[in-house]
């Protein structure tokens, strides 16, 4: 059984940064392909970064150079840095991984870029 728990959202203004959390429970998660996505308000979610667990991580063009998926398989927990954050980058973020079986979402963390 695994479940994600997401923190880390609030509100910041345009260039600022901020760092999520996604923590996992099961003892599998050092096998598990980790992934990042993000709905903003009144569209589609959309993937942002990958990470497997050998470390190989993918982005979404609209994020890459200023944010950094990693993980810490001692820790069972996955980040996401988002530096030179723009108004656009303003959604709900969620953390997610595929099981054979089925997918895991967590609850997700509202992220906010204004001035």
């Known amino acids: 059984q695994v479940q994600l728990v997401e923190s880390g959202g609030g509100k910041v203004q345009p260039g600022g940064s901020l760092r999520l959390s996604c923590a996992a429970s099961?003892?599998?998660?050092?096998?598990?392909?980790m992934a990042w996505y993000r709905q903003p308000p009144g569209k589609q979610r959309e993937l942002v970064a990958t990470?497997?667990?050998?470390?190989?991580?993918n982005y979404v063009d609209s994020v890459k150079g200023r944010f950094i998926i990693s993980r810490d398989n001692a820790k069972n927990t996955v980040y996401l840095q988002m530096n030179s954050l723009k108004p656009e980058d303003t959604a709900v973020y969620y953390c997610?991984?595929?099981?054979?079986?089925?997918?895991?979402w967590g609850q997700g963390t509202l992220v906010t870029v204004s001035s």
């Open positions: 099961g003892s599998i998660f050092s096998i598990l392909v």
């Open positions: 997610n991984t595929k099981l054979v079986v089925r997918e895991v």
């Open positions: 990470i497997t667990g050998a470390g190989t991580t």
